[in-house]
């Protein structure tokens, strides 16, 4: 499996959100580019700076099962759900967000594999480093796969 740790993957990653355009289409889903980017920026943030004292209550039922799917076998759905605080229906500035987004995936790449090594996710509990690193490649391979990249 891919893992945004890997500087092959990092590479790719940005070689393909750089041809993302303001007008490329969408194959699903109801963002425009801007929106998907900001929207990949959100969810990116939300793994920065200090992990979540504990688990969603949910996670308890379906953690396993939404692990393998979204850690392992990277089995977005279109159309799937998306977490109120991460929907975003107003992207604004295609440029601007990139380049914002761009400095996340640095971030998180530069506090590196040991920051991330058994660090606890608000769903999926206690991830390794490589686990991270797979879920975090995989959730923006999904959005750029959206729109044709």
Not at 14 to 24: C, P
Request: with cysteine; aromatic share 12%; net charge positive.
């Amino acid at each position: 499996m891919k893992s945004l740790f890997d500087d092959n993957v990092y590479r790719e990653v940005i070689e393909r959100l750089g041809k993302l355009k303001a007008d490329t289409p969408s194959q699903w889903g109801k963002m425009d580019a801007s929106s998907m980017v900001k929207h990949c920026d959100l969810v990116l943030s939300s793994s920065l700076g200090s992990a979540p004292r504990k688990r969603a209550l949910m996670s308890y039922l379906f953690r396993k099962v939404a692990k393998k799917q979204y850690v392992y076998r990277s089995v977005y759905k279109k159309n799937g759900y998306t977490a109120p605080n991460f929907i975003v229906t107003k992207g604004g500035d295609l440029a601007a967000n990139r380049e914002a987004l761009t400095k996340k995936i640095d971030q998180f790449r530069k506090a590196g594999e040991k920051e991330y090594d058994n660090r606890l996710h608000a769903f999926f509990g206690r991830l390794t480093a490589e686990e991270w690193g797979m879920l975090q490649f995989n959730h923006l391979n999904h959005h750029l796969t959206q729109f044709g990249l």
